[in-house]
């Protein structure tokens, strides 16, 4: 089987421990977490783990029954990059000369479709929201200008198809 990007959603309780238990589960098959986002979920009180991984669908699919075990999931499902619509957003650090300076910056900033956060005197901040192969373009553009500090954050993403956690949930509810 060929490897593959995947996107995991879990929802579950919000515990203490549970993102230690998960990982542990990706540990112990030597499965790198490429990506991770926590948040608030569609469903009050639920909370949303995405996990981005690179592996076969057999790992994938056994990884998902592992974190379903967990006794604070709720539900986890997995999807290929098709079936998702995603999004990574990330903040580059530059020196403020460089926005005055260099004519190229401007450029970069303005067909890259980023936005300038802020700007003081000896720095300012871009902010890039998009998928992960054009945050890594903008760095590319950006390091031989020299980055100060550059951050990036996991994936969030939505399924194309409805999710049918939501009726799950109300089912769950009224057992």
Known sequence: MEKQWFTISVYSENNVGLLNRISGIFLKRHINIESLNVSKSEIDEVSKFTIVVLTTEKWVHNIVGQIEKQIEVIKAFYHTDEETIYQESA?????SAL????????????ESNSQIVTVAREF???AKSGRRHEIDEMHD???PFGIMQFVRSG???????E?????????????
């Open 155 to 161: 994936r969030i993403s939505v399924t194309k198809s």
């Open 124 to 126: 300012f901040v871009l």
């Open 91 to 95: 903040l580059f650090k530059i020196e």
């Open 141 to 143: 553009l950006l390091k």
């Open 99 to 110: 926005l005055f300076d260099e004519r190229q910056i401007q450029n970069i900033i303005k």
């Open 163 to 175: 999710m049918q956690i939501t009726a799950l949930l109300e089912e769950f509810q009224h057992n």
